[in-house]
């Protein structure tokens, strides 16, 4: 199933009408804090990386990026922000949901908040990331728990969009899970993402 014209208005216009950027210039705090996790080299994919804050804050890391989402407008915004910082990424316009996916083509895979995905859908992305990832190479992922929609502080109003510890488990128990951890915390990450919020923290390496 593709995204829907309704959905890239929808991320084009919040993109174009947040002040400043939607999420903030700064990475992920989650991602930020998994620095030692990253390899010392080789090539990066921050997939739904919107306006660019976790790809360009990989760049920054000495890592060759390749940052995908749906909005041109976000892409635009990343591009920008990575000429302020002084790196270079590649942007690739993709639907997440029909993308061809590279086979073992990355060393790290980075995916932040990416829960517009229903079960089906969110299926069809893990099985990507399994596939895009080289042997050896590490997924970095945090989204938001069910008990999310009662907070109402960021993200999608479905509950079954969410992850559980249980869901990770099953979709990568079989790689080497180095951090997996559910908790609540106050989150500042621009507009988009602001205050108490549950979350859920993964990093695991496919197996050599």
Same mark, same amino acid.
Request: charged share 25%; aromatic share 10%.
């Given at each position: 199933?593709?995204?829907?014209?309704?959905?890239?208005?929808?991320?084009?216009?919040?993109?174009?009408?947040?002040?400043?950027?939607?999420?903030?210039?700064?990475?992920?705090?989650?991602?930020?804090?998994?620095?030692?996790?990253?390899?010392?080299?080789?090539?990066?994919?921050?997939?739904?990386?919107?306006?660019?804050?976790?790809?360009?804050?990989?760049?920054?890391?000495?890592?060759?990026?390749?940052?995908?989402?749906?909005?041109?407008?976000?892409?635009?915004?990343?591009?920008?922000?990575?000429?302020?910082?002084?790196?270079?990424?590649?942007?690739?316009?993709?639907?997440?949901?029909?993308?061809?996916?590279?086979?073992? %083509?990355? *060393?790290?895979?980075? &995916?932040?908040?990416?829960?517009? +995905?229903?079960? /089906?859908?969110? !299926?069809?992305?893990? $099985?990507?990331?399994?596939?895009?990832?080289?042997?050896?190479?590490?997924?970095?992922?945090?989204?938001?728990?069910?008990?999310?929609?009662?907070?109402?502080?960021?993200?999608?109003?479905?509950?079954?969009?969410?992850?559980?510890?249980?869901?990770?488990?099953?979709?990568?128990?079989?790689?080497?899970?180095?951090?997996?951890?559910?908790?609540?915390? %106050?989150? *500042?990450?621009?507009? &988009?993402?602001?205050?108490?919020? +549950?979350?859920? /923290?993964?990093? !695991?390496?496919?197996? $050599?």
């Amino acid at each position: 199933m593709a995204m829907s014209d309704p959905q890239l208005d929808r991320w084009n216009q919040r993109f174009s009408t947040a002040e400043g950027y939607l999420f903030g210039k700064e990475p992920a705090a989650f991602l930020a804090s998994q620095k030692e996790a990253l390899p010392a080299s080789g090539r990066a994919l921050a997939i739904a990386d919107g306006e660019g804050r976790n790809g360009v804050w990989l760049a920054r890391q000495g890592l060759s990026v390749v940052s995908m989402d749906f909005s041109p407008i976000g892409q635009e915004k990343a591009r920008t922000l990575a000429a302020e910082a002084g790196v270079e990424i590649e942007t690739i316009q993709a639907d997440i949901f029909t993308w061809d996916w590279p086979e073992a %083509e990355f *060393d790290l895979v980075a &995916g932040i908040f990416f829960q517009f +995905a229903d079960p /089906d859908q969110r !299926a069809g992305i893990f $099985a990507g990331i399994r596939r895009a990832l080289k042997p050896g190479g590490t997924l970095i992922l945090q989204g938001y728990r069910p008990e999310q929609v009662d907070y109402g502080t960021g993200g999608p109003k479905q509950r079954e969009n969410m992850y559980t510890e249980a869901l990770l488990r099953e979709a990568f128990g079989d790689w080497d899970i180095v951090h997996l951890r559910s908790h609540d915390s %106050e989150v *500042d990450e621009g507009e &988009g993402h602001v205050g108490m919020s +549950a979350l859920i /923290d993964l990093v !695991a390496r496919k197996p $050599a």
